[in-house]
């Protein structure tokens, strides 16, 4: 032992130069001005759901039919009293946006959350397990790709009533197809690393292979997806509410707001164009954030 | 020294792989009656070219895949009355690659830690850590790459994070499994003397997988050649590489590169590639790449014949064919 311990002990000191991925990770973070910029306006519409009660000047639900139509303050006509105007109902726009980054977030958040939890588990699992299991998943997700969305949605909102829960629901129980595809083709690609098989021979029991060995090294994979549907989960909420299937009146959605929009669309502009810009604004807040988790978290040499 | 540790009895694994569109299945024989015995404090080197079921063969040691057919003892015990964890207490791998074979997420502490956290041993968590810390001692790693991750690592470092985590359960048997391929010529030789001194210090039995032979000359005590899922030539060390029987074998230890200049490649004379081992040839199976096959070869399979120099598949050493 000690007549080779010399040479090891140079070889030791010599490399040990490495940061921590920790470490690595901050750095890439900080030098990706996409990543900063999305998670910054994320970070604002998020504070401003909480902060609605103070930020927002009115009652969002305020019906003041004396005041209809009041332009927003860069208009001639414009007021600090609403300024962002208000609508066809006299209610104040800004409060109606304000309040509306809620229901989008909440949305996001909760249909992220439950296309999540189906589709990483479905996709880990075949994945892992191969064979029988993953003929299954695969089946299951083929059938998931062949329903349209929207059609589904929309059918089952009409039939069943809508409500937000219900859109939550159905969106929920629609949405997690891409989690599961990309879930599980990462995972088969960790399965068979020596990691892997180390930890089976160990003795280690299956859930805890796979929530030791393989969760952490494809949860790069799962932010990924999970901020992209999350964007495209809100837009999808818009968009139903715009065809009067989503959120119902009088709840302040953007997507219903530039659907009640529409008929004013060219006499009174900022109706439509204020929801939109902040639908806009979230929604590619949270694609630069899910892009900048990609690169950021993408093995060395790639971006 | 002499007593069968590990044993194994015309042990076979087959492999169903699909033929090509409505042609179902057939067998893969990647395992085809491996007999061997592995003994108590033996270096057994098992070698062969890439695909001839080298790995495979580690892989039913280690309980991770079942034999097909025949039957693997340890210490006279069938494996598959081992659960799996009594089997990883006394079986433990070690990897080719140690950028692979490490969790890029967790610390050095917790890869060598998760044997003994997973089979409930120290489950004091300081006890845990000075057991962990003493076992990366044992094999050169300092302390303080404790909280370290195996990407702050060299390549001989990882690898020596490997061998404490399959060391630091105490098994009684390492199956290496090219343990020194992907390293550099320089750590390599670092990894086998490590290797050696800790089979000293804890009474360990090897089952060496190499294409190395250098490598398994300078560690084995025992050879086992194999070729397309048999073993056609077994011998000690010494045996082996002085008066090699088998014609593979020959042409293996032929095909070894010098760094003497001049002397260019080595020709194996093998001639006619790596058979297909969905259709193996009839009856030897290596006779369409030998020098010296003979027209019995190409109808009947050789029987091991045993003798005080070890164990040979050759027609060539039978003398009731001659």
């Not at chain 1, 109706?271 to 988790?293: K, Q």
């Not at chain 2, 490590?194 to 000293?200: N, T």
Request: hydrophobic fraction near 45%.
């Amino acid at each position: 032992m000690s007549n080779h311990a010399a040479t090891v002990d140079a070889t030791l000191t010599e490399s040990f130069a490495g940061p921590s991925p920790g470490e690595l990770l901050r750095r890439r973070i900080r030098g990706h001005a996409g990543l900063l910029i999305g998670a910054g306006v994320l970070a604002l519409i998020v504070l401003m759901a909480f902060a609605a009660p103070w930020l927002a000047p009115q009652d969002p639900y305020a019906q003041d039919l004396a005041s209809r139509l009041i332009p927003p303050l860069w208009h001639e006509n414009g007021s600090w009293v609403h300024p962002l105007g208000t609508d066809m109902l006299g209610r104040d726009y800004l409060s109606r946006v304000v309040y509306g980054s809620r229901i989008s977030l909440l949305i996001g958040f909760s249909v992220m959350l439950i296309s999540g939890v189906i589709g990483a588990v479905l996709g880990i699992v075949a994945g892992y397990f191969g064979g029988r299991t993953d003929l299954v998943v695969t089946y299951l997700i083929t059938v998931r790709l062949s329903l349209p969305v929207i059609l589904v949605a929309l059918t089952t909102v009409a039939l069943a009533g809508s409500s937000l829960w219900m859109v939550i629901l159905v969106l929920g129980l629609l949405k997690w197809d891409r989690y599961a595809v990309v879930l599980r083709s990462a995972t088969q690609q960790v399965r068979n690393l020596d990691y892997v098989t180390a930890a089976r021979a160990i003795g280690c029991p299956t859930w805890r292979v796979i929530a030791g060995e393989v969760l952490p090294n494809v949860s790069s994979h799962l932010i990924v997806v999970a901020t992209l549907e999350m964007g495209s989960a809100i837009l999808l909420e818009a968009a139903l509410s715009f065809l009067g299937l989503g959120v119902q009146p009088p709840a302040p959605s953007w997507g219903l707001m530039i659907s009640e929009a529409k008929g004013y669309m060219f006499f009174s502009p900022w109706l439509i164009s204020i929801p939109g810009l902040a639908l806009f604004a979230l929604v590619l807040a949270i694609n630069l954030l899910g892009d900048g988790v990609r690169d950021v978290t993408a093995p060395e040499g790639r971006s | 020294m002499s007593e069968a540790l590990l044993e194994l009895v015309e042990v076979e694994r087959r492999f169903s792989v699909s033929a090509g569109l409505f042609r179902g299945r057939r067998a893969l024989h990647a395992v085809n009656g491996v007999s061997l015995a592995l003994r108590r404090g033996e270096v057994l080197g098992l070698v062969g070219e890439s695909g001839c079921g080298k790995s495979t063969l580690g892989r039913m040691l280690l309980g991770l895949m079942p034999a097909s057919a025949g039957e693997i003892r340890l210490e006279g015990r069938p494996l598959a009355a081992f659960s799996t964890r009594e089997l990883a207490r006394r079986v433990q791998p070690i990897f080719q690659d140690p950028y692979s074979s490490l969790n890029p997420r967790k610390t050095v502490g917790a890869i060598v830690g998760l044997p003994l956290a997973v089979h409930g041993i120290e489950a004091d968590a300081r006890a845990r850590r000075k057991r962990v810390q003493e076992t990366m001692e044992r094999v050169g790693l300092p302390p303080r790459f404790f909280h370290s991750y195996p990407n702050q690592l060299s390549g001989g470092q990882r690898q020596r994070v490997a061998i404490a985590r399959a060391l630091v359960m105490r098994p009684e048997i390492l199956i290496c499994d090219e343990p020194t391929s992907a390293l550099d010529v320089s750590v390599q030789s670092q990894i086998l003397n490590l290797l050696e001194d800790m089979r000293r210090e804890f009474d360990l039995t090897y089952l060496l997988i190499s294409h190395n032979l250098a490598v398994v000359e300078h560690i084995a005590t025992r050879v086992a050649v194999m070729y397309l899922g048999r073993i056609v030539e077994e011998a000690d060390t010494v045996q082996l590489f002085r008066a090699p029987r088998h014609p593979y074998t020959r042409a293996l230890l032929a095909s070894v590169l010098t760094p003497e200049p001049g002397l260019g490649v080595p020709d194996t004379h093998l001639g006619v590639s790596y058979p297909n081992p969905l259709d193996p040839p009839p009856g030897c199976t290596f006779h369409p790449r030998c020098g010296e096959a003979m027209p019995v070869c190409r109808e009947r399979a050789p029987a091991a014949l045993a003798d005080v120099r070890g164990r040979v598949e050759c027609h060539l050493y039978d003398n009731a064919v001659k």
